[in-house]
């Protein structure tokens, strides 16, 4: 007979998008008139539209040294801890209230991304040979960590990377902790940051359009 699996309850939620972010999302994406995409010059031979987050939209760096004493300046600059953050603000009463009612070291992150740390890692190709390198910001689990220090979590932390299912399985899993009993409550979802690897994978594949994208355009 197949065990009975108790509910898990998502407690709160928030996103952030190139065309808008929670109630505005929906609006900003069927809206008559959309805002364009962000067209990135310098990466192909041609200009190309990407889905990223306006830099305007997220919080300065010196927001994220304010909020998480000790961080160093680097980590505060990294794009993928200012989306992390962005959001952050927005699920901390939830995250707040789950730490007093099971202890910080009974909440978990799971963090699905594919490409974090990929923008710092280029950046630190394009700057040239140095002597020594941090390499804490080229890791793929560095939103993760921003996010314990964020928050004062004690409980576990990881990255899942695996490719476009990353934040599905992140989720997945999340869910799996919880019915094992690894910790009561968890932090989870999706980070991406934009980057050159990206862009220039799926021009490698044939896939970007010329121009504005229209999947559900006549060929």
Not at 80 to 104: H, M, S, T
Not at 108 to 132: C, D, N, Q, R, Y
Request: with cysteine; glycine share 8%; proline share 6%.
């Amino acid at each position: 007979m197949p065990t009975e699996r108790a509910d898990i309850l998502i407690a709160g939620h928030a996103t952030l998008s190139t065309p808008g972010d929670d109630d505005a999302l929906a609006g900003a994406i069927f809206a008559p008139a959309r805002r364009a995409l962000p067209v990135w010059e310098d990466v192909l031979e041609r200009p190309v539209r990407y889905g990223a987050v306006d830099d305007a939209r997220l919080p300065a760096p010196e927001e994220l040294l304010a909020a998480v004493p000790g961080l160093r300046s680097e980590e505060a600059a990294a794009r993928g801890n200012r989306l992390a953050e962005a959001v952050a603000r927005r699920i901390e009463p939830v995250v707040e209230a789950a730490k007093e009612k099971f202890g910080a070291s009974r909440v978990g992150i799971l963090i699905g991304t594919s490409v974090a740390g990929m923008s710092e890692t280029e950046a630190a190709f394009l700057a040239g040979p140095v002597e020594h390198a941090d390499d804490r910001l080229l890791e793929i689990a560095n939103p993760v960590r921003y996010l314990r220090r964020r928050f004062r979590l004690t409980g576990p932390g990881a990255a899942v990377s695996t490719a476009c299912t990353s934040s599905a399985k992140a989720m997945a899993s999340a869910a799996r902790w919880i019915r094992a009993g690894i910790c009561d409550a968890v932090v989870t979802g999706g980070i991406d940051a934009a980057s050159r690897f990206t862009v220039k994978g799926f021009d490698a594949l044939g896939v970007l359009s010329k121009g504005l994208a229209q999947p559900f355009a006549a060929a």
